[in-house]
């Protein structure tokens, strides 16, 4: 089964930095962060998704959207084309009501349906601002500046040696205790980079974007995995 590529991050850090604590600067700059995004009932994100992996040769780039109601654990994530034809139509999406999770590739018409998973073994994009609270262990490295912005440079890493990855490095903007870039550094090689484009609080949003509506996607194959 296919599966979005964007789920590399719901399978974050390991042991790299095991050294790390969760050191005071770290804690108060992620807070911020946490309790601006608490603020919102709903926020949406455009970004843009990077997998490089120098040795395979490989480096993509997808453009993508995420709106999320983090109070009620529901969230929509849209991927689009990487061509001009296709650039603004959703290819891939992730969907979820809280209690079910629906994967639909275009390409294929065909949507997989799974139970949400509340284990806390993959990351939920509807709380992907406040991933840090629960099984990390976090370092403030220092301030980066980049294009005139200043940002706030924490590296993340997962209390369970077993995950896929082994870091997360988050760029926070400063002046607006806002997550700016996530890069995801897994065993395999890969980096992960989500760069946030835009970030609007509170949008107009139909609580029928959180589920996936079969009959308006003609002759789609539903493959059921509950």
Request: hydrophobic fraction near 40%; charge should be positive.
């Amino acid at each position: 089964m296919k599966k979005l590529l964007i789920f590399s991050i719901l399978t974050v850090l390991t042991a790299g930095y095991a050294s790390a604590q969760k050191d005071a600067d770290a804690k108060a700059i992620l807070s911020k962060v946490s309790a601006k995004y608490k603020m919102y009932d709903v926020v949406k994100t455009d970004f843009v998704f990077t997998l490089d992996n120098q040795q395979a040769g490989v480096k993509e780039t997808q453009t993508g959207t995420l709106i999320a109601k983090s109070k009620l654990n529901k969230f929509k994530v849209s991927l689009y084309g990487a061509d001009a034809a296709t650039k603004n139509v959703a290819q891939q999406e992730i969907i979820s009501d809280g209690k079910t999770q629906w994967t639909y590739l275009k390409k294929d018409n065909e949507v997989q349906v799974n139970n949400v998973d509340n284990s806390g073994e993959g990351l939920n994009p509807a709380k992907i601002f406040t991933i840090y609270e629960h099984g990390y262990k976090y370092l403030y490295t220092g301030l980066k500046k980049i294009g005139g912005n200043i940002y706030q440079e924490i590296d993340l890493t997962p209390e369970d040696d077993k995950k896929g990855f082994f870091k997360v490095r988050l760029e926070i903007d400063k002046a607006k205790s806002q997550i700016y870039s996530a890069l995801i550094f897994d065993k395999n090689g890969n980096r992960y980079t989500y760069t946030l484009k835009s970030f609007v609080p509170n949008p107009a949003v139909a609580d029928a974007m959180f589920t996936f509506d079969v009959k308006a996607h003609k002759g789609v194959e539903v493959v059921d995995l509950r």
